[in-house]
Protein backbone atom coordinates (compact mmCIF):
# COMPACT_ATOMS: atom_id res chain seq x y z
CA UNK A 1 0.00 0.00 0.00
CA UNK A 2 1.46 3.73 -1.18
CA UNK A 3 2.64 6.16 1.55
CA UNK A 4 -0.28 8.97 1.81
CA UNK A 5 1.03 12.10 0.45
CA UNK A 6 1.24 15.19 3.24
CA UNK A 7 -0.95 17.46 2.57
CA UNK A 8 1.65 20.23 4.37
CA UNK A 9 4.07 19.69 2.35
CA UNK A 10 1.69 20.12 -0.87
CA UNK A 11 0.80 23.09 0.90
CA UNK A 12 3.94 24.71 0.95
CA UNK A 13 5.11 23.71 -2.39
CA UNK A 14 1.66 25.40 -4.06
CA UNK A 15 2.35 28.31 -1.91
CA UNK A 16 6.26 28.57 -2.94
CA UNK A 17 4.99 28.52 -6.71
CA UNK A 18 2.72 31.25 -6.06
CA UNK A 19 5.50 33.58 -4.48
CA UNK A 20 8.00 32.79 -7.62
CA UNK A 21 5.11 33.36 -10.79
CA UNK A 22 4.36 36.65 -8.62
CA UNK A 23 7.99 37.83 -8.59
CA UNK A 24 8.37 36.77 -11.78
CA UNK A 25 5.48 38.39 -13.14
CA UNK A 26 6.69 41.44 -11.40
CA UNK A 27 10.31 41.20 -13.01
CA UNK A 28 8.93 40.83 -16.36
CA UNK A 29 6.61 43.74 -15.26
CA UNK A 30 9.51 46.19 -14.55
CA UNK A 31 7.27 47.86 -11.50
CA UNK A 32 4.31 48.63 -14.07
CA UNK A 33 1.64 47.52 -11.43
CA UNK A 34 2.99 49.95 -8.64
CA UNK A 35 3.28 53.14 -10.96
CA UNK A 36 1.68 54.84 -13.63
CA UNK A 37 3.63 54.52 -16.92
CA UNK A 38 3.09 57.17 -19.80
CA UNK A 39 4.19 56.47 -23.50
CA UNK A 40 5.35 59.09 -25.86
CA UNK A 41 5.72 58.36 -29.75
CA UNK A 42 8.99 59.35 -31.89
CA UNK A 43 8.86 58.84 -35.67
CA UNK A 44 12.13 58.32 -37.19
CA UNK A 45 12.45 59.04 -41.01
CA UNK A 46 15.34 56.72 -41.38
CA UNK A 47 15.70 53.10 -40.82
CA UNK A 48 15.59 51.38 -37.61
CA UNK A 49 17.81 49.08 -38.03
CA UNK A 50 19.54 47.77 -34.46
CA UNK A 51 16.70 49.03 -32.38
CA UNK A 52 14.94 46.47 -30.66
CA UNK A 53 12.04 46.36 -27.86
CA UNK A 54 13.18 46.70 -25.04
CA UNK A 55 15.91 48.84 -25.38
CA UNK A 56 16.84 51.89 -23.31
CA UNK A 57 15.66 55.46 -23.59
CA UNK A 58 18.53 57.83 -22.03
CA UNK A 59 17.68 61.30 -20.89
CA UNK A 60 20.93 63.52 -20.56
CA UNK A 61 22.87 60.16 -20.01
CA UNK A 62 19.77 58.58 -17.69
CA UNK A 63 18.09 56.10 -18.49
CA UNK A 64 14.39 57.22 -18.03
CA UNK A 65 12.72 54.98 -20.09
CA UNK A 66 12.48 51.65 -22.57
CA UNK A 67 11.26 50.97 -25.83
CA UNK A 68 7.54 49.05 -26.00
CA UNK A 69 6.66 48.95 -29.77
CA UNK A 70 8.37 49.99 -33.17
CA UNK A 71 6.39 50.18 -36.34
CA UNK A 72 6.16 50.97 -39.73
CA UNK A 73 3.84 54.30 -40.89
CA UNK A 74 3.05 56.74 -44.09
CA UNK A 75 2.93 59.73 -44.08
CA UNK A 76 -0.03 60.81 -46.02
CA UNK A 77 1.25 64.56 -47.12
CA UNK A 78 4.63 63.83 -48.19
CA UNK A 79 4.46 59.92 -48.82
CA UNK A 80 7.39 58.48 -47.00
CA UNK A 81 7.65 55.61 -44.92
CA UNK A 82 8.57 56.38 -41.01
CA UNK A 83 9.04 54.35 -38.14
CA UNK A 84 6.61 55.25 -35.20
CA UNK A 85 8.46 54.01 -32.09
CA UNK A 86 6.65 54.37 -29.08
CA UNK A 87 8.58 54.60 -25.83
CA UNK A 88 7.34 54.64 -22.29
CA UNK A 89 8.80 57.18 -19.33
CA UNK A 90 9.22 55.07 -16.26
CA UNK A 91 7.82 56.62 -13.31
CA UNK A 92 10.30 59.12 -11.47
CA UNK A 93 11.00 62.69 -11.60
CA UNK A 94 13.59 65.29 -11.63
CA UNK A 95 13.71 66.96 -8.69
CA UNK A 96 15.30 70.27 -8.52
CA UNK A 97 15.55 72.68 -5.09
CA UNK A 98 12.55 75.23 -4.45
CA UNK A 99 11.05 74.29 -7.35
CA UNK A 100 8.33 71.46 -7.91
CA UNK A 101 9.45 68.25 -8.88
CA UNK A 102 9.78 67.34 -13.13
CA UNK A 103 7.50 64.82 -14.35
CA UNK A 104 8.93 63.17 -17.74
CA UNK A 105 5.38 61.13 -17.89
CA UNK A 106 3.46 64.15 -17.66
CA UNK A 107 2.90 65.47 -21.86
CA UNK A 108 2.71 69.10 -21.06
CA UNK A 109 5.82 68.92 -19.48
CA UNK A 110 7.36 66.98 -21.98
CA UNK A 111 5.14 69.97 -24.22
CA UNK A 112 7.46 72.44 -22.55
CA UNK A 113 11.11 70.97 -23.14
CA UNK A 114 10.48 70.62 -26.78
CA UNK A 115 9.30 74.14 -26.82
CA UNK A 116 12.62 74.69 -25.51
CA UNK A 117 14.92 72.41 -27.74
CA UNK A 118 14.16 68.84 -26.66
CA UNK A 119 14.91 65.95 -29.52
CA UNK A 120 15.28 62.25 -30.18
CA UNK A 121 17.40 60.56 -32.42
CA UNK A 122 19.19 56.96 -32.38
CA UNK A 123 22.40 56.51 -31.46
CA UNK A 124 24.81 53.35 -31.15
CA UNK A 125 25.11 51.50 -28.11
CA UNK A 126 27.95 49.27 -29.59
CA UNK A 127 30.00 49.33 -32.34
CA UNK A 128 29.78 45.12 -32.21
CA UNK A 129 26.77 44.80 -31.59
CA UNK A 130 24.57 47.43 -33.82
CA UNK A 131 22.36 47.78 -31.55
CA UNK A 132 20.66 51.53 -31.13
CA UNK A 133 18.88 53.11 -28.37
CA UNK A 134 17.12 56.39 -28.06
CA UNK A 135 18.65 59.44 -26.78
CA UNK A 136 16.74 62.24 -25.56
CA UNK A 137 18.77 65.37 -25.39
CA UNK A 138 18.56 69.35 -26.26
CA UNK A 139 19.12 70.56 -29.86
CA UNK A 140 17.91 74.29 -29.87
CA UNK A 141 19.07 75.05 -32.88
CA UNK A 142 17.05 71.94 -34.91
CA UNK A 143 13.51 73.37 -35.65
CA UNK A 144 10.96 70.53 -34.44
CA UNK A 145 9.22 68.39 -37.64
CA UNK A 146 6.21 67.02 -36.50
CA UNK A 147 4.42 64.20 -37.86
CA UNK A 148 0.99 63.25 -35.65
CA UNK A 149 0.09 60.16 -37.24
CA UNK A 150 -1.66 60.00 -33.41
CA UNK A 151 -3.01 63.16 -32.23
CA UNK A 152 -3.94 60.93 -29.32
CA UNK A 153 -0.14 60.59 -28.34
CA UNK A 154 2.25 62.50 -27.07
CA UNK A 155 4.99 63.58 -29.62
CA UNK A 156 8.52 63.98 -29.29
CA UNK A 157 10.17 65.32 -32.21
CA UNK A 158 13.35 63.72 -33.86
CA UNK A 159 16.70 65.14 -35.33
CA UNK A 160 18.36 63.12 -37.86
CA UNK A 161 21.45 60.93 -36.70
CA UNK A 162 25.35 62.15 -37.96
CA UNK A 163 25.18 59.15 -40.54
CA UNK A 164 21.81 59.91 -42.35
CA UNK A 165 23.02 63.96 -42.90
CA UNK A 166 25.99 62.98 -44.30
CA UNK A 167 24.04 60.60 -46.37
CA UNK A 168 21.46 62.98 -47.40
CA UNK A 169 24.59 65.16 -48.32
CA UNK A 170 26.18 62.54 -50.33
CA UNK A 171 22.70 62.22 -52.31
CA UNK A 172 22.38 65.48 -53.02
CA UNK A 173 26.34 65.07 -54.14
CA UNK A 174 27.10 65.91 -58.25
CA UNK A 175 28.78 62.29 -57.86
CA UNK A 176 28.74 62.09 -62.08
CA UNK A 177 30.03 65.81 -62.72
CA UNK A 178 32.82 65.21 -60.21
CA UNK A 179 33.81 62.13 -61.46
CA UNK A 180 34.26 63.19 -65.03
CA UNK A 181 36.26 66.20 -63.62
CA UNK A 182 38.36 63.40 -62.46
CA UNK A 183 38.56 61.67 -65.33
CA UNK A 184 39.14 65.30 -67.29
CA UNK A 185 42.14 65.87 -64.93
CA UNK A 186 43.51 62.63 -65.08
CA UNK A 187 43.51 62.79 -68.99
CA UNK A 188 45.43 66.14 -68.86
CA UNK A 189 47.94 65.04 -66.64
CA UNK A 190 48.65 61.63 -68.62
CA UNK A 191 48.72 64.05 -71.68
CA UNK A 192 50.98 66.64 -69.78
CA UNK A 193 53.02 63.79 -68.43
CA UNK A 194 53.46 61.46 -71.58
CA UNK A 195 54.81 65.05 -73.74
CA UNK A 196 58.09 65.14 -74.51
CA UNK A 197 58.75 69.07 -73.21
CA UNK A 198 57.95 67.58 -69.38
CA UNK A 199 59.81 64.43 -70.30
CA UNK A 200 62.84 66.43 -71.25
CA UNK A 201 62.38 68.92 -67.80
CA UNK A 202 65.11 66.12 -66.09
CA UNK A 203 67.58 66.93 -68.21
CA UNK A 204 67.14 70.96 -68.25
CA UNK A 205 67.17 70.81 -64.56
CA UNK A 206 70.38 68.98 -64.42
CA UNK A 207 72.11 71.00 -66.88
CA UNK A 208 70.33 74.60 -64.88
CA UNK A 209 72.09 72.76 -61.61
CA UNK A 210 75.47 72.01 -63.44
CA UNK A 211 75.10 76.03 -64.38
CA UNK A 212 74.45 77.01 -61.18
CA UNK A 213 76.86 75.28 -59.49
CA UNK A 214 79.89 76.86 -61.51
CA UNK A 215 78.25 80.13 -61.27
CA UNK A 216 78.80 79.64 -57.06
CA UNK A 217 81.91 78.55 -57.57
CA UNK A 218 82.85 81.55 -59.48
CA UNK A 219 81.23 83.71 -57.75
CA UNK A 220 82.96 82.31 -54.89
CA UNK A 221 86.25 82.67 -56.31
CA UNK A 222 85.65 86.51 -57.24
CA UNK A 223 83.74 87.08 -53.57
CA UNK A 224 86.92 87.80 -51.36
CA UNK A 225 88.37 91.08 -53.58
CA UNK A 226 84.71 91.80 -53.83
CA UNK A 227 84.32 91.45 -50.17
CA UNK A 228 87.61 93.56 -49.71
CA UNK A 229 86.41 96.34 -51.63
CA UNK A 230 83.44 96.11 -49.57
CA UNK A 231 84.75 95.89 -46.35
CA UNK A 232 87.34 99.14 -47.21
CA UNK A 233 84.11 101.45 -48.70
CA UNK A 234 82.26 100.24 -45.19
CA UNK A 235 85.06 102.08 -43.61
CA UNK A 236 84.91 104.94 -45.61
CA UNK A 237 81.30 105.30 -45.16
CA UNK A 238 81.86 105.32 -41.57
CA UNK A 239 84.23 107.76 -41.45
CA UNK A 240 82.01 109.83 -43.51
CA UNK A 241 79.24 108.84 -41.07
CA UNK A 242 81.44 110.08 -38.26
CA UNK A 243 82.28 113.29 -40.03
CA UNK A 244 78.50 114.00 -40.70
CA UNK A 245 77.59 113.22 -37.15
CA UNK A 246 80.53 115.95 -36.18
CA UNK A 247 79.35 118.62 -38.21
CA UNK A 248 75.95 118.13 -37.20
CA UNK A 249 77.09 118.52 -33.76
CA UNK A 250 78.52 121.95 -34.52
CA UNK A 251 75.48 122.72 -36.41
CA UNK A 252 73.74 122.06 -33.23
CA UNK A 253 75.74 124.47 -31.19
CA UNK A 254 75.99 126.76 -33.71
CA UNK A 255 71.63 126.50 -33.57
CA UNK A 256 71.47 126.63 -29.94
CA UNK A 257 73.65 129.73 -30.20
CA UNK A 258 71.50 131.72 -32.48
CA UNK A 259 68.26 130.80 -30.48
CA UNK A 260 70.02 132.25 -27.57
CA UNK A 261 70.96 135.33 -29.08
CA UNK A 262 67.53 136.17 -30.39
CA UNK A 263 65.59 134.91 -27.35
CA UNK A 264 63.73 138.04 -26.01
CA UNK A 265 65.95 138.51 -22.82
CA UNK A 266 69.52 138.42 -24.74
CA UNK A 267 71.48 141.75 -25.39
CA UNK A 268 71.60 142.06 -29.20
CA UNK A 269 68.15 141.81 -29.31
CA UNK A 270 67.31 144.55 -26.93
CA UNK A 271 69.94 146.49 -28.39
CA UNK A 272 68.01 146.29 -31.98
CA UNK A 273 64.80 147.24 -29.98
CA UNK A 274 66.18 150.41 -28.46
CA UNK A 275 67.67 151.21 -31.95
CA UNK A 276 64.27 150.45 -33.86
CA UNK A 277 62.61 153.05 -31.03
CA UNK A 278 65.54 155.67 -31.51
CA UNK A 279 65.02 155.34 -35.14
CA UNK A 280 61.04 155.40 -35.05
CA UNK A 281 61.24 158.60 -33.18
CA UNK A 282 63.76 160.33 -35.34
CA UNK A 283 61.32 159.23 -38.32
CA UNK A 284 58.44 161.14 -35.96
CA UNK A 285 60.91 164.71 -35.82
CA UNK A 286 61.54 164.37 -39.47
CA UNK A 287 57.95 163.88 -40.35
CA UNK A 288 57.01 166.98 -38.14
CA UNK A 289 60.07 169.21 -39.86
CA UNK A 290 58.45 168.19 -43.14
CA UNK A 291 54.74 169.32 -42.03
CA UNK A 292 53.41 172.40 -44.75
CA UNK A 293 52.78 174.69 -41.17
CA UNK A 294 55.65 173.38 -39.45
CA UNK A 295 58.25 176.98 -38.43
CA UNK A 296 61.28 175.39 -40.37
CA UNK A 297 59.30 174.86 -43.42
CA UNK A 298 57.84 177.96 -43.40
CA UNK A 299 61.24 179.62 -42.55
CA UNK A 300 62.43 177.97 -45.40
CA UNK A 301 60.08 179.11 -47.88
CA UNK A 302 60.60 182.99 -46.41
CA UNK A 303 64.41 182.35 -47.00
CA UNK A 304 63.79 181.19 -50.91
CA UNK A 305 61.37 184.10 -51.49
CA UNK A 306 64.54 186.47 -50.64
CA UNK A 307 67.03 184.57 -52.30
CA UNK A 308 64.86 184.82 -55.12
CA UNK A 309 64.54 188.70 -54.55
CA UNK A 310 68.64 188.62 -54.38
CA UNK A 311 68.83 186.78 -57.43
CA UNK A 312 66.01 189.08 -59.01
CA UNK A 313 68.31 192.25 -58.29
CA UNK A 314 71.96 190.87 -59.41
CA UNK A 315 70.24 190.20 -62.38
CA UNK A 316 69.49 193.13 -62.71
CA UNK A 317 72.63 194.87 -61.66
CA UNK A 318 74.17 192.50 -64.11
CA UNK A 319 72.29 193.84 -67.02
CA UNK A 320 72.91 197.44 -65.81
CA UNK A 321 76.91 196.91 -65.73
CA UNK A 322 76.70 195.00 -69.29
CA UNK A 323 74.75 198.38 -70.82
CA UNK A 324 76.69 200.85 -68.55
CA UNK A 325 80.27 199.77 -67.69
CA UNK A 326 80.63 203.05 -66.29
CA UNK A 327 77.98 203.32 -63.75
CA UNK A 328 79.90 201.83 -60.86
CA UNK A 329 81.51 205.45 -60.55
CA UNK A 330 79.40 207.30 -62.26
CA UNK A 331 75.63 206.06 -61.39
CA UNK A 332 72.86 204.78 -62.88
CA UNK A 333 71.67 206.75 -66.24
CA UNK A 334 68.33 207.02 -66.87
CA UNK A 335 67.70 205.13 -70.58
CA UNK A 336 66.59 208.20 -72.95
CA UNK A 337 63.11 207.46 -74.57
CA UNK A 338 63.11 207.99 -78.44
Do not use: C
Not at 71 to 76: K, P, R, V
Not at 105 to 130: H, P, Y
Not at 139 to 146: F, I, R
Not at 232 to 237: F, G, S, V
Amino acid sequence: MSKQANPTLIGAFVLGAIALAITTTLLLAGGSWFGKRQQHVLYFEGAAQGLQVGAPVVFLGVKVGTVKQIQLGLDEKSHRFLVPVMVEIEPQVVYTRGVEPVDLRDRATVRKLVERGLRGRLRMQSLLTGQLYVDLDFHPDKPPHYFALDPDLSEIPTIRTTVEELKTKLEGFAMDKFLADVAAISSAINKLMSDPTTQDLPKRLNATLRQLESLAAHLDARSKPILKEASQDLIAMRKAMEAAQAAMAKVEIAADRVSSLASPDSKMVGNMTRASDELAQAAVSLRKLTAQDSPTVQNMNAALKEISRAADALRLLAETLEEQPDAIYRGKREKKTP
